[in-house]
């Protein structure tokens, strides 16, 4: 069955680095592959989506990669604030699974003044 | 900005009751969906519904729940007969389509207890 790994522990950071968050995955490819933030007590909030044939995507100071060679997508955020301080989720979406989202664990990323 | 809107944002019940988690998805939205997240677990997808019917539903997702959409605009999860391990966030979701990477919009949740 297909598994999502995403680094398991926390990632902590100076304000004004870049953050980097790793989502791996087996088997078979996702067509699509989402990122979330979730803060504590509330719900996910959508923040990018690469295609599988798309290599980047950039929104301001998130960029997304994806690698289908090796099965994993790379989230940054540049220029980190402690307002980035958050759960980082990635939900791929496989064909034939119509949209239902299977999300990985989550990474917690703190961002120190 | 429109909003998914959940609630209770709590509820405290005793095992064996009856809940029903509220949610009123955005008003163009056609698709639903619950999730659940056990304290510091990951998310995890219990059903999705299109149409008046469950598109798809999880191994959680057993004859112990059930969802509706009693009208035009709320979608309700109901868990017939509650157990301990039901406690969780409940997270209802909804998005404008089906199609593949559409994103999801999710409320913030109602928090079950079950004492």
């Known amino acids: 069955s297909q598994k999502i790994e995403q680094n398991s522990e926390a990632l902590n950071i100076q304000e004004g680095k870049t953050a980097t968050l790793t989502c791996n995955y087996t088997?078979?490819?996702?067509?699509?592959l989402q990122w979330y933030r979730q803060d504590p007590g509330r719900g996910p909030v959508f923040l990018l989506l690469?295609?599988?044939?798309?290599k980047e995507k950039r929104k301001e100071r998130l960029k997304v990669t994806f690698d289908t060679t090796l099965k994993q997508s790379l989230f940054h955020i540049t220029a980190s604030q402690p307002a980035d301080s958050a759960t980082y989720l990635c939900?791929?979406?496989?064909?034939?699974?119509?949209?239902?989202?299977?999300f990985g664990a989550g990474t917690r990323l703190a961002v120190h003044p | 900005e429109p909003e998914v809107t959940q609630t209770p944002s709590h509820q405290v019940t005793q095992m064996g009751q009856e809940v029903i988690l509220r949610c009123v998805p955005i008003?163009?939205?056609?698709?639903f969906y619950w999730y659940r997240q056990i304290l510091g677990q990951k998310v995890e997808f219990l059903v999705s519904?299109?149409?008046?019917?469950?598109?798809?539903k999880s191994e959680i997702f057993d004859d112990q729940f059930s969802v509706e959409r009693p009208d035009g605009s709320n979608f309700t999860l109901k868990i017939r007969s509650t157990k301990l391990e039901d406690s969780a966030m409940y997270f209802c979701?909804?998005?404008?389509?089906?199609?593949?990477?559409?994103?999801?919009?999710f409320g913030n949740g109602t928090r079950l207890t079950v004492t």
């Open positions: 008003s163009n939205h056609l698709y």
């Open positions: 088997n078979y490819s996702p067509a699509y």
């Open positions: 979701a909804s998005s404008v389509s089906q199609e593949f990477g559409s994103p999801l919009h």
């Open positions: 519904f299109y149409n008046n019917e469950i598109s798809e």
């Open positions: 690469i295609r599988e044939n798309e």
């Open positions: 939900a791929p979406t496989f064909s034939g699974g119509y949209n239902k989202l299977i």
